[in-house]
T-cell receptor
Framework: AQSVTQPDIHITVSEGASLELRCNYS??????LFWYVQSPGQGLQLLLK??????LVQGIKGFEAEFKRSQSSFNLRKPSVHWSDAAEYFC???????????FGTGTRLTIIP | GAGVSQSPSNKVTEKGKDVELRCDPI?????LYWYRQSLGQGLEFLIY????????KSGLPSDRFSAERTGGSVSTLTIQRTQQEDSAVYLC??????????FGSGTRLTVV
């Protein structure tokens, strides 16, 4: 079955430290890949998306993600986190020709001083 | 409008009552989606509209849930005879295609 897995439910990182959030997908072909962020009480904001081409994608707020076909992964990274990055992060895929998003269960990010 | 608008932002209802949740998409966006976000469940797809038609309603959890879209614009999600397990945040998104989704801020539904 097609699925999106975010193995880390909760991650705690010190302010200024680097961050990597993991995402793996199980689809036959390369789907469209997305990362969204959700602050408490807010909707989803798109950080970045990958369709094709360069496997390293730059997004907003200093985030980037790398698509690795061999590992079916699309991990999100940031070199130095800020307290304002504390939020819930969702990886999502759109299977080619199936116009809807399937989400992972999310990773909650806590930033400590 | 500038974004996807959902109303109400919060709704508390008694078990067994019917509720209607509204989504006003971005003007010109032909596709509209409803998702449900429950504690510990992540985001579940409910239904997808293309224009006024719903080619995919596979995520509606029971026949108590229904949705319609009129004029290719506003959509209403109706939950009949609400149950406590229906408590969740209901998110709406719209798209002009090309995997370009914009989400609303959601309606938080609490069934007491």
């Amino acid at each position: 079955a097609q699925s999106v897995t975010q193995p880390d439910i909760h991650i705690t990182v010190s302010e200024g430290a680097s961050l990597e959030l993991r995402c793996n997908y199980s689809y036959g072909a390369t789907p469209y890949l997305f990362w969204y962020v959700q602050s408490p009480g807010q909707g989803l904001q798109l950080l970045l998306k990958y369709f094709s081409g360069d496997t390293l994608v730059q997004g907003i707020k200093g985030f980037e993600a790398e698509f690795k076909r061999s590992q079916s992964s699309f991990n999100l990274r940031k070199p130095s986190v800020h307290w304002s990055d504390a939020a819930e992060y969702f990886c999502a895929v759109e299977d080619f020709g199936n116009e809807k998003l399937t989400f992972g269960t999310g990773t909650r990010l806590t930033i400590i001083p | 409008g500038a974004g996807v608008s959902q109303s109400p932002s919060n709704k508390v209802t008694e078990k067994g009552k019917d509720v209607e949740l509204r989504c006003d998409p971005i003007s010109g966006h032909t596709a509209l989606y409803w998702y449900r976000q429950s504690l510990g469940q992540g985001l579940e797809f409910l239904i997808y509209f293309q224009g006024n038609s719903a080619p995919d309603k596979s995520g509606l959890p029971s026949d108590r849930f229904s949705a319609e879209r009129t004029g290719g614009s506003v959509s209403t999600l109706t939950i009949q005879r609400t149950q406590q397990e229906d408590s969740a945040v209901y998110l709406c998104a719209s798209s002009r295609g090309q995997a370009d989704y914009t989400f609303g801020s959601g309606t938080r539904l609490t069934v007491v």
